[in-house]
């Protein structure tokens, strides 16, 4: 294991050098300076820092002796490593090493207007234990280090890290802050420091003093408990560089606390270090950092502006507004209409009228961004929706009187296997259009493939004519489409690139929960669907190997001697090959047999009709036989 010390900036170089050996040294690691290829490194001398002189570059240290480099830094060479890079890329090569245990880099102090700094996408990239830093003037220093516990803040890290550093005689304070009208605030506080203690798993838990302050105001109480120290470490918390989101006692908002503290926004000494600390990431979430850079490779990205405008349109979409609701209706009773009189044309005209596509992108697009508010907007058009639709529905069934089920009706209200397929592919190309303006044209093909509105308007239907399977078929088959097109939705647009920081702890537990609950209720859903793919599919199964049996049967008994038969080929007559086929005339229940035989000679006319009429009495229906034949050479046996 090692340390390292990320270098963005040659003026600051020695000083975070120096306080990363001094980690090393307490943790007994070797410590690994990483440093841009070919930079000017500064050399600051005591009397430049203290009187605020600009740093004096030296030679670029590629050209400087190893030895001498380090030296001007104030390091041992023979204790550190200097690892050159010429990229970002290269950077992050060396700090995502397998051996690596801390990586430290410091943040300036001035926000850059182009992005986040180099620091920064290191904190939010790197995925082994990262430390951001502003040190303070007097380097290294941290005999007294204090650790304010945060709610929702990775207090474990930032304990460990903090036991790494003190050695014996150095002072290392918990800090929990309670509100003022808590009376019970002191003990609880204690118990909170306690469990935090004991979940972050340090050597010697009770050599950390223990400190509560009472303060509505969070901040006051880490200014003031800091002035007593020289080192304040932070956990991060699960939003990544914005750290920690820091809310009162009384739950008010205070704003981003340690980033303010980071930077010299709040009145604390000069002298004061400030660090905040991030865990090293699961194995779950390097896949998903190799997973995100293998998508933007292979996938276009999304830019900012297709981002903002597709989140704007299904907010929008997602609403249940008068618009939305009144095309639910219309749309529902368009498909209602059309299924009772069996036109297919009607149905499609209502797919296109009909707007539920929306929320359900809607509802893939907030569990991708944790956007919990669009979620629950989502999910109230949804509701809102099926309820105007399956009302309608109803009513329209009980009017018309509806007993006798169309084949639309009945189709519907018998959902298989591959209609999960369907929904599932619409999600994808529907969310994948959607965020491409110039791919728009594509749209209604994918409402008219997703089909959501015509299986509420079978359920209601259904409902009305008493039919109840054909009602839990259809309901069913809506559930399934909900449930896919969620999944394809997310898919499609974590691959374009919305999707939270990879490793910064930006997925919200709920996100999560969200997402595996939609791949559990496809799994449910799909197990009915398998069903009743395969209950549909036996018999067909079944009847296809007997007719193949008695073809074969029919056919060897007629054959002449010479003749064998080598393959059978049945199919309805509409899809068989006419070429070369002897017809039968038009009849829907036809069937198209095709024999391939091996003989001397081709067959005889004569015997072709009596292979065709002893087919059809066979088989009960009408044959339109094919005879493929294979000349063969005469043996001399024959």
Same mark, same amino acid.
């Given at each position: 294991?090692?340390?390292?010390?990320? @270098?963005?900036?040659?003026?600051?170089?020695?000083?975070?050098?120096?306080?990363?050996?001094?980690?090393?040294?307490?943790?007994?690691?070797?410590?690994?300076?990483?440093?841009?290829?070919?930079?000017?490194?500064?050399t600051p001398t005591r009397r430049q820092r203290? +009187?605020?002189?600009?740093?004096?570059?030296?030679?670029?240290?590629?050209?400087?002796?190893?030895?001498?480099?380090?030296?001007?830094?104030?390091?041992?060479?023979?204790?550190?490593?200097?690892?050159?890079?010429?990229?970002?890329?290269?950077?992050?090569?060396?700090?995502?090493?397998?051996?690596?245990?801390?990586?430290?880099?410091?943040?300036?102090?001035?926000? +850059?207007?182009?992005?986040?700094?180099?620091?920064?996408?290191?904190?939010?990239?790197?995925?082994?234990?990262?430390?951001? /830093?502003?040190?303070?003037?007097?380097e290294g220093a941290c005999g007294k280090i204090?650790?304010?516990?945060?709610?929702?803040?990775?207090?474990?890290?930032?304990?460990?890290?903090?036991?790494?550093?003190?050695?014996?005689?150095?002072?290392?304070?918990?800090?929990?802050?309670?509100?003022?009208?808590?009376?019970?605030?002191?003990?609880?506080?204690?118990?909170?420091?306690?469990?935090?203690?004991?979940?972050?798993?340090?050597?010697?838990?009770?050599?950390?003093?223990?400190?509560?302050?009472?303060?509505?105001?969070?901040?006051?109480?880490?200014?003031?408990?800091?002035?007593?120290?020289?080192? #304040?470490?932070?956990?991060?918390?699960?939003?990544?560089?914005?750290?920690?989101?820091?809310?009162?006692?009384?739950?008010?908002?205070?704003?981003?606390?340690?980033?303010?503290?980071?930077?010299?926004?709040?009145?604390?000494?000069?002298?004061?270090?400030?660090? #905040?600390?991030?865990?090293?990431?699961?194995?779950?979430?390097?896949?998903?950092?190799?997973?995100?850079?293998?998508?933007?490779?292979?996938?276009?990205?999304?830019?900012?502006?297709?981002?903002?405008?597709?989140?704007?349109?299904?907010?929008?979409?997602?609403?249940?507004?008068?618009?939305?609701?009144?095309?639910?209706? /219309?749309?529902?009773? @368009?498909?209602?209409?059309?299924?009772?009189?069996?036109?297919?044309? #009607?149905?499609?005209?209502?797919?296109?009228?009909?707007?539920?596509?929306?929320?359900?992108?809607?509802?893939?697009?907030?569990?991708?961004?944790?956007?919990?508010?669009?979620?629950?907007?989502?999910?109230?058009? /949804?509701?809102?929706?099926?309820?105007?639709?399956?009302? @309608?529905?109803?009513?329209?069934?009980?009017?018309?009187?509806?007993?006798?089920?169309?084949?639309?009706?009945?189709?519907?209200?018998?959902?298989?296997?591959?209609?999960?397929?369907?929904?599932?592919?619409?999600?994808?190309?529907?969310?994948?259009?959607?965020?491409?303006?110039?791919?728009?044209?594509?749209?209604?093909?994918?409402?008219?493939?997703?089909?959501?509105?015509?299986?509420?308007?079978?359920?209601? @239907?259904?409902?009305?004519?008493?039919?109840?399977?054909?009602?839990?078929?259809?309901?069913?088959?809506?559930?399934?489409?909900?449930?896919?097109?969620? #999944?394809?939705?997310?898919?499609?647009?974590?691959?374009?690139?919305?999707?939270?920081?990879?490793?910064?702890?930006?997925?919200?537990?709920?996100?999560?929960?969200?997402?595996?609950?939609?791949?559990?209720?496809?799994?449910?859903?799909?197990?009915?669907?398998?069903?009743?793919?395969?209950?549909?599919?036996?018999?067909?199964?079944?009847?296809?190997?007997?007719?193949?049996?008695?073809?074969?049967?029919?056919?060897?008994?007629?054959?002449?001697?010479?003749?064998?038969?080598?393959?059978?080929?049945?199919?309805?007559?509409?899809?068989?090959?006419?070429?070369?086929?002897?017809?039968?005339?038009?009849? +829907?229940?036809?069937?198209?047999?095709?024999?391939?035989?091996?003989?001397?000679?081709?067959?005889?006319?004569?015997?072709?009709?009596?292979?065709?009429?002893?087919?059809?009495?066979?088989?009960?229906?009408?044959?339109?036989?094919?005879?493929?034949?294979?000349?063969?050479?005469?043996?001399?046996?024959?």
């Open positions: 294991m090692s340390v390292v010390a990320v @270098i963005t900036d040659a003026g600051r170089a020695a000083p975070l050098a120096r306080w990363a050996q001094r980690l090393a040294q307490r943790i007994e690691e070797p410590l690994i300076v990483a440093r841009p290829e070919g930079e000017r490194i500064a203290a +009187d605020g002189d600009a740093a004096t570059p030296e030679q670029p240290s590629d050209q400087q002796p190893k030895a001498g480099a380090l030296a001007a830094w104030g390091l041992d060479s023979e204790e550190v490593t200097v690892a050159p890079y010429a990229d970002e890329a290269g950077l992050f090569e060396i700090c995502n090493g397998g051996d690596v245990r801390y990586v430290l880099a410091e943040v300036p102090l001035q926000r +850059d207007r182009r992005g986040p700094s180099l620091a920064r996408r290191l904190f939010d990239r790197c995925a082994n234990t990262t430390v951001l /830093l502003r040190l303070g003037e007097e204090l650790v304010p516990l945060l709610r929702g803040a990775d207090n474990g890290a930032a304990l460990r890290l903090a036991e790494a550093l003190a050695k014996e005689g150095d002072r290392l304070t918990a800090l929990a802050v309670e509100p003022r009208a808590f009376t019970e605030g002191e003990g609880v506080g204690r118990r909170w420091i306690q469990r935090e203690l004991d979940a972050a798993g340090l050597a010697d838990a009770s050599a950390v003093e223990m400190r509560v302050e009472l303060d509505d105001s969070v901040e006051a109480a880490i200014v003031r408990a800091a002035e007593q120290h020289e080192l #304040v470490l932070f956990g991060a918390s699960g939003l990544g560089t914005q750290i920690p989101s820091l809310r009162s006692p009384r739950g008010q908002l205070l704003g981003l606390l340690p980033d303010r503290m980071v930077r010299g926004r709040t009145p604390l000494a000069a002298e004061l270090a400030l660090g #905040v600390v991030r865990s090293r990431w699961s194995l779950g979430a390097r896949m998903q950092l190799r997973l995100g850079r293998w998508l933007d490779v292979v996938v276009p990205q999304l830019d900012r502006d297709q981002r903002v405008g597709l989140t704007e349109r299904l907010q929008h979409g997602s609403e249940s507004n008068f618009d939305f609701l009144s095309l639910m209706a /219309l749309s529902t009773a @368009i498909a209602s209409l059309g299924l009772i009189q069996d036109s297919a044309a #009607v149905v499609i005209g209502a797919m296109l009228v009909a707007p539920l596509m929306m929320p359900i992108l809607g509802a893939g697009l907030a569990i991708v961004q944790g956007n919990l508010p669009l979620l629950r907007s989502a999910a109230k058009a /949804l509701l809102l929706g099926y309820a105007i639709a399956l009302a @309608i529905s109803v009513a329209v069934g009980v009017i018309t009187a509806t007993h006798n089920l169309t084949p639309q009706l009945e189709a519907r209200g018998n959902p298989n296997l591959l209609d999960l397929g369907v929904a599932f592919f619409s999600g994808l190309a529907a969310a994948y259009c959607l965020a491409r303006p110039d791919l728009s044209a594509a749209l209604p093909g994918v409402a008219i493939a997703a089909a959501l509105v015509p299986p509420i308007a079978t359920t209601g @239907i259904a409902l009305a004519a008493g039919v109840l399977e054909v009602a839990t078929g259809a309901l069913l088959l809506f559930l399934t489409n909900v449930a896919a097109i969620v #999944v394809g939705a997310f898919i499609s647009l974590y691959a374009g690139g919305l999707r939270p920081q990879s490793g910064s702890g930006a997925i919200r537990p709920w996100m999560r929960s969200a997402f595996l609950g939609v791949l559990v209720a496809v799994a449910l859903l799909a197990w009915p669907l398998a069903r009743a793919s395969v209950e549909r599919t036996a018999p067909e199964v079944t009847e296809r190997a007997a007719r193949v049996e008695t073809i074969e049967t029919v056919a060897t008994e007629l054959l002449a001697a010479g003749q064998r038969l080598v393959r059978v080929q049945q199919a309805p007559v509409a899809s068989a090959p006419s070429g070369g086929r002897e017809e039968s005339g038009e009849n +829907d229940d036809a069937l198209a047999v095709t024999l391939e035989i091996e003989a001397i000679s081709p067959p005889a006319r004569g015997q072709v009709d009596r292979l065709r009429s002893a087919l059809s009495q066979a088989l009960e229906r009408p044959v339109a036989l094919e005879v493929r034949t294979t000349l063969v050479a005469r043996s001399a046996a024959d």
